[in-house]
């Protein structure tokens, strides 16, 4: 299985990288961004848009890192349910509905990473915090 320890690494660049574009992306286009939230209903738009892209971006690039891999995980993983649930329910249109089950496939995935860990090539396991369940996993 050695052979195989870089695929968790993989696999949190291949989630973790369209987070932190995202992220930038609302960046560059703030009033649009706090305009789309708005739209939607959600209360103090530039609150929320903050908090995205802290979430985006910053979790996007802790997740790349594999630092504090699984509360970020989790986190990112919620942001990602809730993101559907007031962003993309309007099932009537399917672009919406794609949205939707992307939120949720990455949510699946994230919570995978919440789980299993970082793996070997994270910052998370040259600071020695691995757990014992990533251990047990791994020694299976």
Do not use: W
């Not at 995202?22 to 939230?37: D, F, M, N, Q, R």
Request: hydrophobic share 55%; charged share 10%; aromatic share 10%.
């Amino acid at each position: 299985m050695d052979r195989y320890k870089f695929l968790p690494l993989l696999g949190r660049i291949l989630i973790g990288a369209p987070f932190l574009m995202s992220g930038l992306g609302k960046l560059a286009a703030y009033g649009a961004t706090v305009g789309y939230i708005a739209a939607v209903g959600l209360p103090v738009p530039p609150l929320a848009f903050i908090v995205s892209v802290l979430i985006e971006a910053g979790g996007g690039l802790l997740l790349i890192s594999g630092y504090r891999a699984r509360p970020v995980a989790a986190a990112m993983a919620v942001f990602c349910v809730v993101t559907a649930m007031f962003f993309h329910h309007n099932f009537a249109d399917q672009n919406q509905m794609i949205h939707f089950l992307k939120n949720v496939m990455m949510a699946g995935g994230l919570l995978q990473i919440a789980y299993f860990g970082a793996g070997a090539f994270s910052l998370d396991a040259r600071a020695g915090r691995a757990s014992a369940r990533g251990a047990a996993v791994s020694a299976s």
